[in-house]
């Protein structure tokens, strides 16, 4: 899995909060191209038809984990993505409890699709932001009635998708996929509140 550009630029001189301006990557976003997804907080895991591997950042300088397929290193912090067997993950144990539910959207109940990704959610999973009662996963593009309802008074411009965000705290952000696989984020935290 690629890293997903964020819609808006980075501040230059705060790198945890965009800009106004448009990542040239995601102008088809603000075009009205592709659909609107709630992004989930939690950690990403991939099964590839045989096995389950966690999403893993490696700092550059640093040993990569038994196993690890790097997918892309970012220009600007030299981090390598890339996945590792989820048995070395520390999320191993609540990814294998969530195994034994239904996955959330998913035709075929308990049997994941090949080469699919999912957010891995639950109460021992970065302090529990989707607030859930059980580790879960969702895949990723979940589009739920309620998602719909709520993203369709979506604004696309930078004060509307700003306002929209800040004005849906139990939201970590949106994710937009595009018909062609191309996809963009935006998350809340991307915006300063004070």
């Known amino acids: 899995m690629r890293k997903i550009p964020t819609l808006f630029l980075r501040n230059p001189d705060d790198m945890r909060h965009v800009t106004p301006d448009v990542h040239p990557d995601c102008k088809w976003v603000l075009d009205g191209e592709g659909t609107p997804t709630r992004k989930y907080d939690g950690t990403c895991v991939l099964f590839d038809g045989n096995h389950w591997w966690a999403r893993r950042e490696v700092k550059p300088g640093k040993k990569t984990p038994a196993g690890y397929r790097p997918v892309m290193t970012d220009d600007t912090t030299g981090k390598t993505v890339g996945w590792e067997p989820i048995e070395q993950s520390s999320f191993a144990k609540f990814h294998a409890d969530a195994l034994t539910r239904d996955i959330i959207d998913h035709p075929i109940g308990r049997i994941p699709q090949a080469d699919a990704t999912y957010e891995l959610v639950g109460p021992r999973v970065n302090g529990n932001p989707e607030n859930v009662s059980e580790h879960l996963l969702v895949r990723h593009g979940y589009r739920a009635a309620v998602d719909d309802v709520a993203l369709a008074d ?24 595009h018909p062609d696989g191309r996809r963009a984020k935006l998350k809340r935290r991307d915006f300063p509140t004070g």
Do not use: C, Y
């Open 154 to 177: 979506l604004r696309l411009d930078f004060d509307g998708l700003r306002n929209w965000t800040l004005a849906h705290p139990k939201w970590e952000g949106i994710v937009w996929h």
